[in-house]
């Protein structure tokens, strides 16, 4: 947790409703809800080498940063280790003899006037009144002896001081000394600072701890007369505010823009939360300017002390006021914070008064979110594990990923595209794929550009600043997927993209900590250890996490793990202790899984072609675009005991194999540029013509492999024509309208049955070729030469369907001079696969803890 805020509290509120420390809500702690500013955590560490060589004992550079701010000399600055220190000191310093302070206020304005000596008058703020000050009052109280304390805004009340009656208070008893407590007015509505007009009378105390969320730190200053100012440092002890906490207040003190931003977002929360309480019968909310509101309860033998005990059972705390001199047990304060914290404590309220609490705005499912600390971090694996283990344990779950970035397609019933690897998550869920469960999908054709698909439909292709600027629309978009998605089941299991710790993207990001706050998912944080640095990469990406962000993460996964992971409980430890989380399993590493790979890095990686068989095989290439997409096509060949299945990059890596396939591609125009450039088609035509080598074209291969594809809307390419590579008597244009259809088709010379989808731009013309395969709607879906040594397809998928697949091998194998098999001998099933994952993952993680979190 963070350990810059009220730790002690947090960790009570758990010990006492039994929630982990992550799930409560301090309500009674008037700091600022959206936490700590980003840029704490490196303030913080860059003060610890300077708190060992570059002390300063009289906070000289904190003081004139204050001045700056304030526009006030360093020597009118006073700091002190948080205002509550300052006060102690001023009572002792200003030397008088009596403190007025109306009441119900802060207790230690009354602590610190005892302890030094001083009598008291404590004038009593009228209920009948809603407890705002009877000036006339005061100004008949004050003589010239009187320390006169007042917050503004005032606590627990909430109310601020009336300007101009202050002003007019310090100018009619310029011998009395005036502290006005300004600590909650940076979250205020409509507060205005007494330091630009404060007369020589009066001492303004402010505290940063509250503003900046950092009251661990302790650190506050005074705005007063210089004369005084040097009065109270005499009587300070030396060292007073610690070197990390002076680094910190500079840095506060600089920023303001997080304190209006704050305060603006206060100031709406608190709008919601107030006309919420209002609406509970026998609560009086008292309106105020704070950043927090008090409460009283009017029906009779209603006891505060007693609701707060029931809203600690929710892990929900609040502050009882019957401590406060002039207010009783019927009276507690709560504290502003996020919309959805808010809702929790008007629940808890109305469920401590024997009320109904709201009916939640998603009523069904438990959500789960795993993030990761980098791509290819195996997010998508363990979410399809995850679901698998749901599953079998009885639970109706479904997987949801808001932004999917992939050229790894397919298409749902109903025709709309989404990304391969929530396929294969609802698979692993035993669903039928739909796109809600991946509502936007990313399609890369550039560089710095994708085609932007959204609940399946592409809606326009657009660069990076052009996608920043879509994104509103994007996530209301998503919102309504999710809505809709979560609505049918019990649990979603998310994944996020990328990493959330990249600093420059979390300004508008939609697939992380956005997203799993809006479907209030915990997050689980995954890493690879097998690139190394995991470890670093968890601690790493937390200190660049805002507070909110960090209080979503509730644990990590080090996934893929060589070895013994006994080994590894000193790193474990270390990470508990510096990011108060628990790595709460290690997955090994797990070989031939069986499951297409989420995304072409892998590919990419040659991870495909580590397998060769021991007995006689074929040997397949396939040639890696560099927009290579839909590349699981061909991941039935590895579970072939007699297919090696090669990743080629160039053409000397080509050597001599049965069939080379040209895969699908995102820009077409694009890829037959680097075949050229490459020499991979003079290589083909080679291979092709001296060693009867099966050429094959799937999709965007398929259309490289004709006359010419021609781009005239620019959908792939700033180059209207280009030649193909003149194998096949076809010709391609690329239409706006984009083909998303699922398809049975049948191979004509084999006669096995294909099943498979169509994504593509391409209206291709193959009335001049031989057909090759035919769609049951009539329709050709590939073409082929005389020979039949040479055909090409639309059709992704086209080798997952067992007879088709085995009949193209065993015609390999004859013209390699090996028997054909003549018979299925591998079942491209991914069931085993799915089992053989959960039972790993049920194993390596503490599922408990993940039940917990589910609240299942």
């Not at 009916?359 to 438990?366: D, I, W």
């Not at 399809?384 to 599953?391: D, M, P």
């Not at 005389?786 to 639309?794: A, C, E, H, N, V």
């Not at 299925?824 to 991914?830: F, G, K, M, N, T």
């Amino acid at each position: 947790m963070n350990q810059f805020k009220h730790g002690g509290n947090i960790r009570r509120i758990a010990a006492a409703s039994g929630l982990p420390e992550a799930e409560v809500l301090d309500f009674s702690a008037n700091i600022n809800p959206l936490g700590p500013p980003e840029w704490l955590r490196l303030v913080v560490s860059s003060a610890l080498e300077m708190a060992v060589h570059y002390p300063d004992p009289e906070c000289m550079e904190f003081k004139v940063a204050a001045g700056q701010r304030f526009g006030v000399s360093a020597g009118e600055v006073l700091a002190g280790s948080g205002s509550t220190e300052l006060i102690f000191l001023l009572t002792r310093a200003a030397g008088k003899k009596r403190a007025v302070i109306p009441v119900p206020s802060y207790s230690d304005y009354a602590a610190s006037a005892d302890l030094a000596g001083l009598r008291t008058e404590r004038p009593l703020l009228r209920q009948e009144a809603d407890f705002r000050l009877d000036y006339e009052d005061l100004d008949r109280r004050l003589s010239a002896e009187d320390l006169v304390f007042l917050g503004h805004p005032n606590n627990p009340t909430g109310l601020p001081l009336d300007r101009d009656a202050i002003l007019d208070l310090t100018a009619r008893h310029p011998r009395a000394l005036f502290v006005i407590d300004e600590a909650f007015a940076d979250l205020a509505d409509n507060v205005q600072s007494f330091v630009d007009t404060r007369p020589p009378n009066m001492v303004v105390l402010l505290s940063l701890t509250k503003t900046y969320a950092i009251p661990g730190l302790r650190l506050g200053c005074a705005v007063a007369d210089p004369t005084l100012v040097r009065s109270v440092e005499a009587m300070q002890p030396s060292w007073s505010v610690n070197t990390i906490a002076q680094a910190v207040g500079c840095a506060a003190l600089r920023d303001r823009a997080y304190a209006e931003q704050s305060r603006r977002f206060v100031s709406e929360q608190k709008v919601g939360l107030q006309a919420l309480l209002e609406n509970i019968r026998d609560l009086k909310v008292y309106p105020g300017a704070a950043n927090f509101l008090l409460l009283r309860f009017e029906r009779p033998g209603t006891s505060g002390t007693g609701v707060a005990e029931r809203m600690m059972r929710d892990g929900v705390a609040i502050r009882c006021c019957g401590n406060f001199e002039g207010l009783d047990d019927r009276y507690v304060r709560v504290a502003v914070r996020t919309a959805e914290e808010n809702l929790r404590l008007v629940d808890s309220l109305k469920r401590a008064l024997g009320k109904r609490p709201r009916t939640s705005k998603r009523s069904g499912p438990r959500c789960i979110m795993f993030q990761g600390t980098s791509s290819n971090a195996g997010k998508s694996v363990l979410t399809a594990a995850l679901c698998r283990i749901l599953l079998q344990d009885g639970h109706r779950v479904a997987p949801f990923k808001s932004q999917n970035m992939s050229l790894n397609s397919f298409v749902a019933r109903g025709g709309g595209e989404m990304g391969r690897a929530q396929v294969v998550q609802a698979q692993a869920s035993r669903l039928e794929p739909d796109v809600r469960m991946n509502p936007i999908l990313l399609k890369p054709n550039s560089d710095t550009g994708s085609q932007v698909i959204v609940l399946g439909k592409p809606v326009g292709n657009m660069d990076v600043q052009e996608y920043v600027d879509y994104k509103p629309t994007a996530f209301a978009a998503v919102s309504e997927a999710f809505d809709s998605l979560a609505s049918e089941f019990e649990v979603i299991v998310m994944e996020g993209a990328g990493s959330p710790g990249e600093v420059n993207l979390k300004d508008h990001d939609i697939a992380n900590m956005r997203m799993a706050r809006y479907a209030e998912a915990p997050v689980l944080l995954a890493g690879d250890i097998d690139r190394g640095g995991v470890f670093a990469s968890f601690v790493g990406t937390m200190e660049v996490l805002a507070e909110w962000e960090r209080n979503l993460i509730r644990g990590f996964v080090a996934n893929r793990f060589r070895g013994d992971p006994r080994i590894l409980t000193s790193a474990l430890e270390y990470t508990r202790r510096h990011t108060g989380r628990p790595v709460i399993g290690v997955v090994p590493f797990i070989s031939d899984l069986g499951l297409p790979e989420e995304d072409s890095v892998t590919f990419k990686n040659g991870f495909f072609d580590d397998r060769i068989p021991t007995d006689q095989h074929v040997e397949i290439a396939v040639i890696d675009l560099p927009h290579i997409s839909n590349f699981t096509d061909f991941d039935a060949f590895r579970r072939e005991p007699d297919v090696r299945l090669r990743i080629v990059r160039t053409p000397q890596d080509l050597n001599r194999p049965d069939a080379v396939i040209l895969p699908g591609s995102k820009n077409v125009p694009g890829d037959l540029t680097f075949l050229r450039e490459k020499g991979f088609d003079r290589k083909i035509l080679d291979l092709s013509d001296r060693y009867e080598c099966e050429l094959v074209g799937v999709c965007g291969g398929f259309q490289m492999l004709g006359a010419s594809i021609a781009d005239p809307h620019g959908l792939e390419s700033d180059r209207k024509t280009v030649p193909g590579l003149g194998l096949l008597e076809i010709e391609t244009v690329l239409a706006p309208e984009k083909t998303l259809t699922r398809v049975t088709a049948t191979h004509l010379e084999s006669g096995e049955s294909i099943a498979g989808y169509e994504i593509h731009h391409g209206q291709t013309e193959t009335a001049a070729a031989q057909p090759c395969i035919r769609r049951e709607d009539g329709a050709l879906a590939g073409a082929r030469s005389s020979d039949g040594r040479l055909w090409g397809t639309y059709l992704h998928g086209v080798f997952d369907a067992d007879g088709f697949r085995r009949w193209f091998i065993d015609r390999l194998r004859v013209r390699r001079g090996l028997p054909a098999v003549g018979k299925v001998v591998a079942r491209y099933d991914l069931e085993p696969s799915f089992e053989r994952l959960a039972e790993v993952v049920r194993h390596s993680l503490d599922m408990s803890f993940i039940y917990k979190l589910l609240r299942l």
